[in-house]
């Protein structure tokens, strides 16, 4: 459950930019009066903005030359500063001021790019607006583009929980790694008696030490599934994708495991132990049945999210058309 990556967000906003143009829209106009920018008072309004829309980060006014003439009002866990040090900087060559004045629209809106204070992905939005003496000017908000799709999402609030999750899913694969280090103990200490006293060995240690091997293998496996879903990397929870991977992961493992203890048991059977007959066989048609719905469930689980995909790309289309 890390951090969305770039990739996650650019394909997030693509699939809901109708959606987000929208949402700027009417944030922009909220901020038409550009006496809010010029007065210290309207601090208030800025920190209700902050509280309603937390992925908004620094707002400021152009005139219309491109030259800021307010202060940054920055935005930042819900708090409003305003600095100084943008004021009276040319702006005229940024994306959100040179897309406005060619397209001779009220509001622009940019593609996403990197932040330069490093905040990560970003757009940013103007809106051209006319104060009292008639003059041009140029309201600019820079939106956080990772907090705006999980604000979209209603991910917020679980965003919050993911150092609580973090912490308890790492307890577990620490507690499997930990039991994958007792099992590989008694592996050594078999091997060791068996070379050491081959004379008296039980003809089925061998198995015993493959068994504890197998074990050791699965355990090992599902906590490095645990811990590369979980911890390591982001899971984007409404994608069936993600959760589709995490299944075929798991099941895989254990098919793994089922797959070398029924072959174990049939060599035991073969070697005279009739009574591991039924087991792996049974085993084998566990196996069987679990490959055959596991490829079932990735098939219609696929197909669906296909179906999903062509629904959403078509109401987009249907929508910017």
């Known amino acids: 459950m890390a951090a969305m990556s770039f990739l996650s967000v650019i394909e997030r906003y693509h699939e809901h930019e109708s959606v987000i143009h929208e949402l700027l829209d009417s944030i922009l106009l909220g901020l038409s009066d550009a006496t809010l920018f010029q007065n210290g008072l309207s601090d208030k309004v800025f920190s209700e903005l902050a509280k309603s829309y937390p ?18 009002i920055l935005v930042l866990n819900q708090k409003v500063n305003r600095e100084k040090y943008g004021l009276n900087t040319d702006r005229s060559h940024r994306p959100y001021f040179t897309g406005l004045i060619h397209q001779q629209d009220k509001r622009y809106i940019t ?7 490093g905040a990560g992905l970003c757009i940013s939005a103007s809106r051209r607006l006319i104060n009292s003496v008639g003059d041009t000017q140029i309201v600019v908000i820079d939106i956080n583009l990772t907090q705006l799709i999980e604000f979209m999402m209603g991910d917020s609030a679980r965003r919050k929980m993911m150092p609580i999750f973090k912490g308890v899913y790492s307890v577990i694969v ?43 293998l699965a355990i090992f496996d599902l906590g490095k599934t645990i811990l590369e879903e979980e ?9 069936h994708s993600s959760t589709r991977r995490t299944i075929t992961r798991f099941i895989s493992t254990i ?17 005279g132990e009739k009574q591991y007959l039924q087991p792996a066989i049974m085993m084998m048609l566990a196996v069987v049945g679990l490959l055959v719905g596991l490829g079932i469930y990735v098939y219609l689980g696929a197909k669906a999210e296909q179906l999903l995909t062509q629904n959403q790309q078509h109401r987009y289309n249907k929508t910017s058309g």
């Open 174 to 216: 620490l507690g499997l790694f930990v039991l994958v280090s007792v099992l590989m103990w008694t592996v050594i200490k078999d091997i060791y008696v068996l070379f050491s006293q081959p004379a008296k060995n039980d003809p089925l240690l061998p198995f015993g030490i493959i068994i504890f091997l197998t074990l050791a």
């Open 55 to 72: 992925f908004v980060q620094l707002l400021y006014l152009l005139d219309q030359d491109g030259v800021q003439i307010s202060d940054n």
């Open 111 to 117: 593609s996403p790019y990197l932040s330069n204070t």
């Open 231 to 239: 911890v390591l990397m982001h899971k984007d929870i409404f994608r």
């Open 255 to 271: 098919l793994i495991a089922i797959s070398i203890e029924a072959l174990l048991t049939m060599f035991k059977a073969s070697l």
